[in-house]
């Protein structure tokens, strides 16, 4: 007969009767299979089935203690459903109940006692002819994911990066050094993963965030960048940056843009229902949303823009926790200000004669001062 196909394929031998493991071990051992493992104890070979990594099982099935059907049930549970080890079941028992019932419990073939030397080489051959076959097809399919899961990342990096830039396109206009979107990415992220975020979910928001403002771009720039107070018509025309940013980001199909969509729309939204354009409500404003307004106010009120100086972030805290409840998030505004270094976490009333902040993006004082309007920008 012809050597073995595959020859460092891995066997083990399992029967009660040491007689017949020899048969067989010198039977393969002939045909040039270099690793052949033989015991009459079952139990054995399941304990270090692990270590075993078998090609092909040869199961006596009428053991003592330990019979071959059990045999066969506890291995249809430790081998995983993803990977095919074929199992050649050895019996004198050759009625038709005793084979369908060991088929049922996932026999792959069978030998009949006393063996027959070349059909024992044959079926052999063939069941690890098969589970080579299989193993090929795995390596195949894993390389094939890794080639998917490389395109995929290059194209969510490439997705990104677009979405980077698309997010400095808002900031541009009014934003001195145009990291403002930038910083409240990064914020998000970070406030994100504080409140325990699943990491997938920590990172899309990081991501969506920057895009907060992409509105700005249809704002005109005599009220985008208007120093002083604006009219209540110019206000309403800054208000329409956050719808004008959602239509803008509609219709994407990625998870990512339609995330930015909801960050865009609901980040000027309060606790109280003041925020705009919804006038939503506590918790039935978006998780996003919320938090994107903590760390987006806090960066702008912290940076310098054309219409305001910089707080300091001791300042800007002590601001924020005054509107606790009322514009932010109670839980996301005091977890995002646990994390704000130096952050004194006292509240402070906005400073006599400022009747708002025009922050880079939000004003967290709504109270205007007589015969001044409070903007938000």
């Known amino acids: 007969m012809a050597p073995a196909a595959h020859p460092g394929s891995r066997i083990v031998v399992v029967d009660d009767e040491q007689a017949n493991l020899d048969l067989i071990d010198r039977v393969l051992v002939r045909q040039g299979y270099r690793h052949v493992v033989s015991t009459t104890d079952p139990r054995w070979m399941l304990d270090h089935l692990d270590d075993l990594a078998p090609d092909l099982i040869v199961l006596d099935l009428h053991?003592?203690?330990?019979?071959?059907?059990?045999?066969?049930?506890?291995l249809a549970i430790a081998v995983p459903g993803t990977d095919f080890v074929p199992q050649l079941v050895v019996t004198a028992d050759s009625t038709a109940g005793t084979r369908q019932a060991a088929l049922a419990l996932g026999a792959h073939d069978f030998l009949n006692k006393p063996i027959d030397v070349i059909?024992?080489?044959?079926?052999?051959?063939?069941?690890?002819?098969?589970?080579?076959?299989?193993?090929?097809?795995?390596?195949?399919?894993q390389r094939l994911e890794e080639q998917v899961q490389a395109r995929t990342q290059q194209l969510q990096l490439a997705h990104t990066g677009l979405v980077q830039r698309l997010a400095l396109v808002g900031e541009y206009r009014?934003?001195?050094t145009s990291?403002?979107?930038?910083?409240?990415g990064v914020a998000a992220h970070r406030l994100a993963r504080d409140l325990g975020l699943p990491p997938r979910e920590?990172?899309?928001l990081g991501e969506a965030a920057p895009l907060h403002d992409i509105g700005k771009v249809g704002i005109p720039d005599a009220?985008?960048?208007?120093?002083?107070?604006?009219?209540?018509?110019?206000?309403?025309?800054m208000k329409g940056h956050a719808a004008a940013g959602a239509h803008i980001l509609a219709g994407g199909e990625s998870e990512l843009l339609r995330l930015a969509e909801q960050v865009a729309l609901t980040h000027h939204e309060r606790w109280d229902g003041t925020g705009y354009p919804r006038g939503l409500i506590g918790d039935a404003i978006p998780l996003a949303g919320r938090l994107v307004a903590v760390v987006d106010v806090f960066d702008a009120l912290t940076s310098r823009r054309p219409y305001k100086a910089a707080w300091t972030p001791e300042r800007a805290a002590s601001h924020m926790l005054a509107h606790r409840a009322r514009h932010f998030d109670p839980e996301l505004l005091d977890v995002f200000l646990a994390g704000v270094d130096g952050a004194?976490?006292?509240?402070?009333?906005?400073?006599?004669g400022v009747s708002g902040v025009a922050s880079g993006s939000a004003t967290v004082n709504t109270e205007p001062a007589p015969g001044r309007l409070s903007t938000s920008r």
């Open 223 to 237: 009220v985008l960048l208007k120093p002083g107070p604006l009219t209540p018509a110019e206000f309403d025309t």
């Open 63 to 74: 053991m003592p203690d330990l019979d071959g059907f059990e045999v066969l049930r506890r």
């Open 119 to 141: 059909e024992t080489a044959l079926r052999v051959a063939n069941l690890l002819a098969t589970r080579m076959l299989h193993v090929r097809l795995q390596e195949h399919n």
């Open 174 to 176: 009014d934003d001195v």
């Open 179 to 184: 990291e403002h979107a930038v910083r409240v």
């Open 202 to 204: 920590a990172r899309l």
């Open 344 to 352: 004194d976490q006292s509240a402070e009333a906005t400073p006599p």
